[in-house]
C-alpha cells in the first residue's frame, strides 16, 4: 500500500510541486486505507457474513508497525518542508503544519485532515489471552476480571493494606485506606434495654412491647413470682387451649432458665390465635432484656427472640384471585 | 414470567439457633469454624424463631417440619394432635412388645417414640434421586445425587402419602402411620421397598447419567 515515498534532497529545485505530490501521496495513503476499509465491507456484505457479531475490525502487530514507519517518515518529511528540524519536531509542530499545508473550511474540526501517530487512531486491541490449545495464559482468567483479582490476593493486596494500618505513623494513610472498609457494627449494641423500674412494694417490674401480623401486645414482668400468667385478665391456660401457644409464652423464660421466678400480666389486642402468641413472645422477651446480662441478650439475640417477624399477609393484586392464586385459565 | 422464590427478610438475615445447648459451651472449647461462625453471628441481623420451635428439650426441628408436611387447609392442631397420637401409639406397642419379651431381648427393644421415628426417617432416605431431563424430543430419568434437604422431603413425603392412600377405610392415620414407622424402623414396609425401587431405577438407568450437565 505504501508508494514510494519521495527522497528528501529532492526538494531544493520546485517545492511547490514537491509539496503538490507530498500531499497527493498522503491523500492517496488515506484513500487507500478508506477505499480498503470498504473493499472490506463490502466483500463481507457479498459474502452475507454477521458484521456486527465480528467485532472491532482487527489491525495485526505488521500493519500497525508500518503505519508508525510511515508515520515517522512523513513527519520527517514535513520536518523539511517546514524548515524545522526533524529530529525535535512535535505534535504540535505537525498539527501547524497541516493546518497551514491543508487549510480546510470545515467546521466540524475532527472532519479536518489530521496526522498523528497510528497508535492514537487506530484502537487498541488486547491480545489473545489463550494459547493455540485454547488454554487461557493467566490462571485467573476464568474470573473474567483477572488482574483484579490477581492485585487482590496473589499480590496480597488486602494484606498490605492491613498491615499499614498496623504500623505506628499510619495516621495519616488511615483516612485514605478507610475509605475502601465498610464498618460492620456489632448487632447487639443495637438493642435498647431499658432500665428495671420498681413499684410501690419493692418489687422489680419492666414493661416490653411486640408486633405479630397485626396483633400487639404489652406485658409487664414482674420478679419474685411463681410463673403466674395473665392474658387480657383470663389465665394462660384458658385462653390459649393449644400447647404450640403456650410453649410460644414459655420460650423466652425457658431459654433464660427463669420458669418459675417471674410473673407476667399482658394485654393483647389484634391478629389470630398464633399471631397473638408470638406477639406476647417478642414482648416478654424486650422485657426480659433489662432482668438479663449482657451475654445473655446476645444469646437471646442469637436464638431469633428479639427479632420482630416481618411476615405479614401479603397483598392481592389486581387481575389475580389471591397474592398468588390465578383465576381459572379458560381457553376462549 | 417465572416465579421467583424470595423472603420479607432481607437476604442479610442469618438463620437463628433456638437450642441451648450451643451457647453453653465455653469459649475456650470451640472449633474454629465455630469461632468463625459466632464471629459472622456477632455483626449480622438474625431472623425470628419461627413459631412451631422452642428451646426446650421437647420441641425437635424434624417433628415440626413432618408436622408442617402433615398439616391441610393450616389446620396444625389436628396435624399436631395426629402425630402426637402416633408416638403415643408407638410407645404403646413398643412397650407391649418389651413386657412379653424375655430377658434377653429386652435391651434391643427401642422404646422412645422419636428414637424411632428418626431412624425410621433414616432409613427411608434415597440416596440418590432421579430427575426428568428433556434431551433429543424424550424426556429421560436420569440419577442424580440429591441434597441433604431433599432427602428429608422426599422420605417424608412417601411416608405421608403411603399413610393417606394405602390404609384400610376404617383405619385411623395415627394408627397407620405408627404401623409404618414401626416397619421402616425395622427396615420392612412399602416406604422402603419404594426407597428401594428408586435405588433400583437409578441402577437401571446408569448410562443416562452423563445426560446430567451440572
Known amino acids: ?332 | 414470567v417465572l416465579p421467583v422464590r424470595w423472603t420479607r427478610y432481607n437476604p442479610y438475615y442469618l438463620e437463628p439457633e433456638p437450642s441451648r445447648e450451643v451457647y453453653r459451651i465455653p469459649v475456650t472449647e470451640l472449633t474454629d469454624e465455630q469461632k468463625a461462625a459466632q464471629e459472622l453471628k456477632a455483626v449480622r441481623p438474625i431472623k425470628a424463631t419461627p413459631s412451631g420451635l422452642t428451646s426446650s428439650v421437647f420441641s425437635d426441628p424434624t417433628v415440626s417440619k413432618f408436622v408442617n408436611m402433615m398439616m391441610e387447609d393450616g389446620d396444625k392442631v389436628l396435624a399436631r394432635s395426629i402425630i402426637t397420637q402416633t408416638f403415643e401409639s408407638m410407645k404403646r406397642k413398643q412397650v407391649e412388645k418389651y413386657h412379653k419379651a424375655p430377658a434377653t431381648e429386652k435391651e434391643g427393644i427401642e422404646c422412645n417414640p422419636y428414637t424411632i421415628f428418626h431412624q425410621a426417617l433414616e432409613n427411608c432416605k434415597p440416596i440418590i434421586g432421579l430427575i426428568s431431563i428433556q434431551k433429543g424430543g424424550k424426556y429421560y430419568q436420569v440419577p442424580t445425587p440429591l441434597t441433604d434437604s431433599r432427602r428429608r422431603f422426599l422420605a417424608m413425603k412417601w411416608l405421608i402419602t403411603e399413610c393417606r392412600d394405602n390404609k384400610h377405610r376404617r383405619t385411623h392415620m395415627y394408627e397407620k402411620l405408627s404401623q409404618e414407622l414401626l416397619a421402616a424402623f425395622m427396615n420392612e414396609g412399602n416406604v422402603i421397598k419404594r426407597k428401594h425401587d428408586m435405588h433400583k431405577m437409578a441402577e437401571a438407568n446408569r448410562a443416562f447419567a452423563h445426560y446430567r450437565w451440572w
Request: hydrophobic residues 35%; proline residues 5%.
Open chain 1, 1 to 332: 500500500m505504501a508508494s514510494t515515498v519521495p527522497n528528501p534532497d529532492s526538494l531544493g529545485s520546485n517545492p511547490g510541486r514537491h509539496l503538490a505530490h507530498i500531499a497527493k501521496v498522503l491523500r492517496l495513503r488515506q484513500l487507500s486505507a478508506m477505499v480498503l476499509a470498504r473493499l472490506v465491507c463490502t466483500s463481507s456484505t457479498l459474502q452475507r457474513k454477521n458484521i456486527a457479531a465480528a467485532g472491532p475490525e482487527k489491525y495485526t502487530q505488521e500493519f500497525i508497525k508500518k503505519q508508525i514507519e510511515e508515520f515517522n517518515i512523513g513527519k520527517r518529511h514535513l520536518a523539511n518542508m517546514m524548515g524545522e528540524d526533524p529530529e525535535t519536531f512535535t505534535q504540535e509542530g505537525i498539527d501547524r503544519a497541516i493546518a497551514y499545508l491543508f487549510p480546510s473550511g470545515l467546521f466540524e474540526k475532527r472532519a479536518r485532515p489530521v496526522m498523528k501517530h497510528p497508535d492514537e487512531i487506530f484502537p487498541k486491541q488486547r491480545a489473545v489471552q489463550w494459547g493455540e490449545d485454547g488454554r487461557p495464559f493467566h490462571f485467573l482468567f476464568y474470573t473474567g476480571k483477572q488482574s483484579y483479582y490477581s492485585l487482590m490476593h496473589c499480590l496480597r493486596f488486602i494484606q498490605l493494606l492491613e498491615r499499614i494500618l498496623a504500623l505506628p505513623y499510619c495516621s495519616m494513610e488511615e483516612e485514605y485506606i478507610q475509605r475502601f472498609r465498610r464498618a460492620l457494627e456489632v448487632q447487639s449494641k443495637k438493642q435498647k434495654i431499658e432500665p428495671l423500674q420498681y413499684d410501690e412494694n419493692e418489687v422489680a417490674f419492666s414493661t416490653g412491647e411486640g408486633r405479630r401480623k397485626t396483633a400487639t401486645a404489652t406485658t409487664i414482668v414482674r420478679d419474685n413470682g411463681s410463673g403466674n400468667i395473665t392474658v387480657n385478665g383470663v389465665d394462660y391456660l384458658h385462653y390459649f387451649p393449644v400447647l404450640q401457644d403456650r410453649e410460644q409464652l414459655m420460650f423466652p423464660f425457658q431459654f433464660l432458665d427463669r420458669l418459675g421466678k417471674h410473673d407476667m400480666e399482658c394485654k393483647v389486642t389484634g391478629g389470630g390465635r398464633s399471631a397473638q402468641a408470638g406477639a406476647i413472645r417478642l414482648a416478654t422477651a424486650r422485657a426480659l432484656l433489662s432482668f438479663v446480662t449482657e451475654n445473655e441478650v446476645e444469646s437471646m439475640r442469637q436464638a431469633g427472640l428479639l427479632t420482630p417477624d416481618p411476615r405479614v399477609k401479603e397483598r392481592q393484586k389486581p387481575g389475580q384471585e389471591g397474592a398468588r392464586r390465578k383465576f381459572t385459565w379458560n381457553k376462549r
